[in-house]
C-alpha cells in the first residue's frame, strides 16, 4: 500500500509535470523562430496540444468508426451496410431504441419542470431556507452512478411475498396489504425504464435548479411588478413575463439534458445490464463490443448515435453565432 | 455530473443575476405554507435514499439482509447498538476499495490538472491573439462539444495496443481529449469578459503572451478555472465507461470500477459491503461538491455568460 502510494504520487506528478515542460518548450520553440514567424506562429503552438487532442480524441475516431461500421466484427473485411440492416431488423434492438427514444422524450423534458418548479418555490424562502434546499437538491449530481446505484437498489429491491422486504417501495406497498412488486422486472409499457429514469431526473434536476434559478433571479423586478400592477394573476405572470425571459436558460438546461442522455450507459449497466426490456443504444455499444466482440455493430451503433445528434450540433453552432453576433 | 453525466454551459445563456439592487428575498411573493410544505416533502425525497445507504452501511450483515433500513427508528435500541464500522474495514480491505481509492485519486488529479492547462493556453490565443482561421477552428469546438465520446473506444483501444500504452495514463489522455471542447469553451467565454485594456498595457509594458498568460490571465481566470476543475474532477471520479474500457478491473481500477467489480457483480458481496463501497466512492465527490459548491455554481452559471 506504501508502495502504491508512493509510486501513484510520482506517477501524477510526472503526468503534470510533462504538461507544463509541453508548453515552455513550444514556447522557446516559438521564440527561437525569427520575430516576424513567432507572431504569426505562436497562436497555432498555443493551440496546437489541444487540438491534437481533440483530433486524437474525437476527429480520427468519428472517422475511424464509420469507417468500422461498414467493416465485420473484427474489422477485417468490408460488409457494406449489414451491420445496420442486422441491428435494424432485430426485435431486441428495435426495443432498445424504443427504450432510449422514451428516455430523450421524458427525461429532459421532466428535468426542466421539476429544476423550475423547485427553483421558483425555493426562491420564495429566505436566503438560509434556499440554500438549504437547493444544496440538499443538488447533492446527487456529485454522486456517481455506481453509487447512485447501490442508493437505489434500496428503494426497489424485491424479495417474494411473505419476507421481509428491505426495499422502500416494496415495503410501503406490503405495508398497505399489497403483494410486492419486481419493480426493475416490469416491462409493460416500459415501466421499468421508467423507474431507472427516475434515477437520472434524481441526479439531474438539481443541476437544472441551478441553472434557472439563476436566471429568475436575473429577470428584472419591475417586469414582475408591473404585471401584477396590470392585474395580473401569479400563473399569468409565471407563464407570460417570466418564462419568455428565461427561455434561453430552458434550452440550455433541455439540450444539455438531452444530450447526456443520448449517451446513457451507467445507470442501465449497473442496475439490469439491459435485461427485462431496459436496454439502451449505450448499454447495447457496451455489450456489442465487450461481451459478443462485434466491432461492426458497436461501430454502426455509435454512428446511428452521432447521426441523431446532428440537429442538436447544427442548434448549437447557430444558437452560437447569433450570441456571437448580438455581443 | 453526474457522468456526470451532463455538461454544463453548453449553450450560452443565464443572464447575470440583474436583481442586485433588489431587496434581500427580492421576490416580493412571499412563501406560503403550501411552497414551505411542498419543498420539504421534496427535500425529503431527494434526501432519503442517500440516507438509507448511509444507515445500511453501518449495518451488520444480518441486519441489513433480513429487515429495511428504516426499523432502526421503529426498535431503534435493538438496531443502534448493532452499529458497526466492520463493513467499512471489510469493503475497503477485502474488496481492494483501498487501492482503487488510491488509483481514482490518480486518475483524477491529472485528468483534471492537464486539460485545464491545455485549454487555458488555447482559450488565451482565441481570446487574444489574432491568426487566420480563429472563427473557423472556435466553430469547431463548438460543434464537436455534443460528438458522443463513444466514437473513441474501439479506435483507441487499437491505438493503445499498438502502442503498447497501458494504466494510468491510457486514462488521463483520453479525458484530456474527451473534456478539451468543454473546457476550451467554457475558459474562452470566461476570458472574453476580462477588460482588454489591462491585457493591452501590460503587452505596451513589454510583457510576452507567455508571461501575461501566466502573470494576468491565468489569476484573473480563477473563477472559470475552478468551476471547470471541479466539474471535470467529479466527472473523472465518478466515471465508469472510460475506466472499464481502458483499464478495467484489475490492480489500476478506480473506485467504481472495484465497487461495480467486486461489490455489486459479486452476489454473495453483502448488502452491507456493497452500501459501505457504495458511500465510499461518494464521500470525497460530495465533500468536493460541498466545500465548492459556491465555485461550481458560479462557473455553471456566470461563467457561460458573455461579457
Known amino acids: 500500500m506504501g508502495a502504491k502510494i508512493v509510486t501513484t504520487i510520482i506517477t501524477v506528478l510526472i503526468g503534470v509535470g510533462a504538461a507544463f515542460v509541453l508548453y515552455w518548450v513550444l514556447n522557446k520553440l516559438a521564440e527561437v523562430l525569427p520575430s516576424r514567424w513567432e507572431g504569426r506562429l505562436k497562436p497555432y503552438f498555443y493551440i496546437l496540444p489541444a487540438y491534437a487532442a481533440i483530433t486524437l480524441y474525437l476527429i480520427y475516431p468519428a472517422i475511424q468508426t464509420m469507417v468500422y461500421s461498414f467493416k465485420d466484427s473484427s474489422s477485417t473485411s468490408w460488409v457494406g451496410w449489414d451491420n445496420y440492416t442486422n441491428l435494424l431488423k432485430q426485435h431486441g434492438f428495435q426495443q432498445t431504441l424504443i427504450n432510449t427514444l422514451l428516455w430523450m422524450l421524458i427525461v429532459p423534458a421532466v428535468t426542466v419542470a421539476l429544476g423550475l418548479g423547485v427553483a421558483v418555490l425555493a426562491d420564495r424562502l429566505t436566503p438560509r431556507g434556499e440554500q438549504t434546499a437547493k444544496t440538499l437538491v443538488f447533492m446527487p449530481m456529485a454522486i456517481s452512478f455506481v453509487g447512485a446505484g447501490t442508493i437505489w437498489r434500496f428503494i426497489y429491491a424485491y424479495r417474494p411475498e411473505g419476507q421481509p422486504q428491505i426495499g422502500l417501495q416494496n415495503a410501503i406497498v406490503t405495508a398497505f396489504g399489497g403483494q410486492p412488486i419486481p419493480w426493475l422486472e416490469q416491462n409493460q409499457f416500459h415501466i421499468n425504464s421508467l423507474f431507472l429514469m427516475i434515477m437520472l431526473l434524481w441526479a439531474q434536476v438539481g443541476f437544472s435548479m441551478v441553472l434557472l434559478s439563476a436566471a429568475i433571479k436575473g429577470v428584472p423586478i419591475d417586469t414582475l411588478e408591473a404585471a401584477r400592477i396590470d392585474g395580473a394573476n401569479e400563473r399569468q405572470i409565471f407563464f407570460s413575463v417570466m418564462v419568455p425571459q428565461i427561455w434561453g436558460t430552458i434550452m440550455t438546461v433541455f439540450v444539455t439534458t438531452l444530450i447526456a442522455v443520448m449517451k446513457i450507459f451507467d445507470i442501465v449497466f449497473v442496475m439490469t445490464n439491459g435485461a427485462f426490456n431496459t436496454n439502451v443504444l449505450g448499454n447495447e455499444f457496451f455489450n456489442q463490443l465487450f461481451t459478443n466482440f462485434n466491432n461492426g455493430a458497436a461501430a454502426a451503433i455509435v454512428v446511428m448515435l452521432m447521426v441523431a445528434t446532428i440537429p442538436i450540433m447544427a442548434y448549437q453552432v447557430r444558437h452560437f453565432r447569433n450570441e456571437e453576433a448580438m455581443g | ?307
Open chain 2, 1 to 307: 455530473m453526474t457522468s456526470a453525466q451532463t455538461v454544463p454551459g453548453v449553450t450560452t445563456a443565464t443572464p447575470r443575476a440583474a436583481r442586485r439592487g433588489a431587496p434581500k428575498g427580492g421576490n416580493p411573493a412571499n412563501a406560503g405554507w403550501l411552497t414551505k410544505v411542498v419543498l420539504i416533502i421534496v427535500c425529503f425525497l431527494w434526501v432519503v435514499p442517500t440516507f438509507g445507504l448511509l444507515v445500511t452501511s453501518f449495518r451488520p450483515l444480518d441486519d441489513a439482509n433480513n429487515t429495511g433500513w428504516w426499523t432502526i427508528f421503529s426498535s431503534p435500541v435493538a438496531y443502534l447498538q448493532n452499529f458497526t464500522f466492520s463493513n467499512y474495514t471489510e469493503a475497503l480491505q477485502k474488496a481492494h476499495l483501498n487501492i482503487a481509492f488510491v488509483n481514482s485519486i490518480a486518475i483524477a488529479l491529472p485528468a483534471t490538472f492537464i486539460p485545464l492547462l491545455i485549454a487555458a493556453f488555447a482559450a488565451y490565443a482565441f481570446t487574444f491573439m489574432e491568426f487566420p482561421g480563429r472563427n473557423f477552428l472556435f466553430l469547431a469546438v463548438v460543434s464537436l462539444l455534443i460528438v458522443p465520446n463513444y466514437v473513441a473506444f474501439v479506435p483507441i483501444l487499437s491505438v493503445y495496443k499498438n502502442l503498447g500504452l497501458t494504466g494510468f495514463p491510457t486514462v488521463w489522455l483520453a479525458h484530456i481529449g474527451f473534456g478539451m471542447s468543454l473546457a476550451i469553451y467554457i475558459l474562452r467565454n470566461y476570458m472574453g469578459t476580462l477588460p482588454k485594456t489591462v491585457i493591452e498595457s501590460a503587452k505596451i509594458d513589454g510583457a510576452s503572451h507567455y508571461q501575461t498568460f501566466f502573470r494576468l490571465v491565468l489569476p484573473m481566470s480563477v473563477p472559470a478555472l475552478a468551476s471547470f476543475a471541479i466539474f471535470q474532477f467529479l466527472w473523472v471520479w465518478n466515471d465508469l465507461l472510460v475506466a472499464l474500457v481502458f483499464i478495467g478491473p484489475g490492480e489500476n481500477a478506480p473506485i467504481t470500477v472495484a465497487v461495480k467489480n467486486n461489490l455489486i457483480g459479486q452476489a454473495g458481496a453483502g448488502w452491507n459491503l456493497v452500501t459501505a463501497g457504495g458511500f465510499l466512492s461518494m464521500i470525497v465527490p460530495i465533500i468536493v461538491f460541498l466545500s465548492m459548491q459556491r465555485f461550481f455554481v458560479r462557473g455553471l452559471t456566470a461563467g457561460a455568460v458573455k461579457g
